[in-house]
């Protein structure tokens, strides 16, 4: 029997930002959460390694910015596993260790339109359902249409929360550190400070731990 219900944000936070964090909450309140937790993807299996932040950076930047919040925590599940982040493995993992719990994987519209191309993806909802987190003006009809011709099961186990927050975006950020202009408010402090002590986004070759 399932006692509680388990957010689990994924994305690759490069960098974390407050949309993701109240994109969190949200999905917390929502969908009455117990816990939500952080896992910046290690090597994401779509996408070419050279253009992301070393895992162990993006893992401290989520750190500092969750550290207030007794309700989030973070794991590094992802970065400390060898070879691509497929999501599936993941997610055997975290039932195994979470088995009273119902996990919602929490991410943002355009990874969650692609799921069904993910690796093992029917096995995928059998373990979770997912909470897309929209930014606003996101229309997921087309989407959901989608899935109710191909995947009529699935439809019940993907829902939407729309973030006004999400306006902000992890590229926006790297953009305007790249090019001098102010990332204050956009991210908690200690990200801030975490970014220029690092000296992170400043050219387009990635700092490594
Ligand atoms: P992404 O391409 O970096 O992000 C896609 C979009 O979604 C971006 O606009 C991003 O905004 C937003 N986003 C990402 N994560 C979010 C979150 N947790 N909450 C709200 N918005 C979010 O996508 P990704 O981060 O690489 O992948 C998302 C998740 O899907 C990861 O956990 C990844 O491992 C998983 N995934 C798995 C597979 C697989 O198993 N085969 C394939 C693809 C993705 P920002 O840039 O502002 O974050």
Redesign the pocket.
Known sequence: MKIGKLGI?????DPI?Y??LV?AEMARSEFNLSKVLF?P?GI????NRSDISAGELRLEMVKRAIQDNPDFTCSALEIERQGP????DTLRILSRDWPEHELFF??????LR?IFS??EAEEILTLIQFIG?ARPGFDASDFLEQVQQEHPDSLEKIHYLEVPA?AI???DIRYRVKHCQPIRYLLPEPVRLFIQEHNLYRSSAKSKM
Not at 9 to 13: C, E, L, R, S
Not at 85 to 88: E, F, G, H, Q
Not at 106 to 111: E, L, M, N, S, V
Request: hydrophobic share 30%.
């Open positions: 944000m994924g994305g690759t936070f930002h949309g993701h994109a896992i993807t994401p299996p779509h996408k982040s497929y999501t599936v929490i991410t943002g519209t355009d990874a692609e993910w690796r987190a999400l975006s992890s590229t």
